[in-house]
């Protein structure tokens, strides 16, 4: 399967921890988002990379929150201290922008992490 | 702010009827909209993108400006359409999408 991978597909931790989920993005894809979705809710933009570069963040992303694309390949997104209220699927994308033009390739989601903090 | 609107939490059809999944969105540029669709145990794809006009499993969709909608058809339903579909906008060529809360689409024999 060559498309976006992530790992771990479930992590349950106690509030306070940190966590850290890894996402692998389709290879020739340039750009690499994270969303966040809770029950009922389509996905919540929190943040994207071109390259190693991160480019956005949302409101959403408190400062326990860190994202790193380091060689503009895989990223991490870790997540320090826990709350109850981090419990959701957190889902990877990624996409290419191709080379001269503005418009983006359709995002390609992986299956995502699973978070539960007791 | 941009917002994404799918009014349905849960729509039911039997086979052979049709099917019409309302998106409606607030943004006052020129955005781009696209349906992407979640079968049961697999991850997110896109269905739809606007610019493309392209018929996907028989399913079409209709930028309609002056209404803010994008909604979803197809003529016919078959089982195997049973699915959530998501409305997404994105403010920047395809860049950022905004989701709409989704819509199960449930077909019954």
């Known amino acids: 399967d060559t498309g976006v991978s992530q790992d771990p597909r479930h992590k349950i931790t106690k509030r306070g921890q940190n966590v850290t989920f890894r996402c692998d993005p389709i290879s020739e894809h340039n750009r690499l988002y994270w969303y966040r979705q809770t029950l009922g809710q389509g996905p919540e933009f929190l943040t994207y990379?071109?390259?190693?570069?991160?480019?956005?963040k949302s409101r959403l992303l408190s400062d326990r929150f860190s994202a790193e694309r380091p060689k503009g390949s895989f990223s991490t997104l870790e997540i320090q201290r826990t709350e109850q209220g981090d419990s959701a699927m957190y889902l990877c994308?990624?996409?290419?922008?191709?080379?001269?033009?503005?418009?983006?390739?359709?995002?390609?989601f992986g299956n995502g992490t699973r978070l539960t903090v007791t | 702010a941009q917002r994404v609107t799918q009014p349905e939490k849960l729509l039911s059809v039997f086979k052979g009827a049709p099917v019409e999944l309302k998106c409606n969105y607030s943004y006052s540029g020129s955005p781009e909209l696209f349906w992407y669709v979640q079968y049961s145990r697999q991850r997110l794809q896109l269905l739809l993108r606007?610019?493309s006009r392209e018929s996907i499993k028989g399913f079409t969709a209709d930028l309609n400006k002056g209404e803010t909608s994008f909604h979803l058809k197809k003529p016919f339903a078959q089982e195997e359409d049973s699915a959530m579909y998501y409305c997404a906008l994105s403010m920047e060529y395809g860049n950022k999408l905004v989701f709409g809360a989704g819509t199960i689409l449930r077909v019954k024999s």
């Open positions: 994308a990624s996409s290419q922008l191709r080379q001269g033009s503005s418009y983006n390739s359709p995002l390609h």
């Open positions: 606007h610019i």
């Open positions: 990379f071109q390259n190693e570069a991160q480019l956005e």
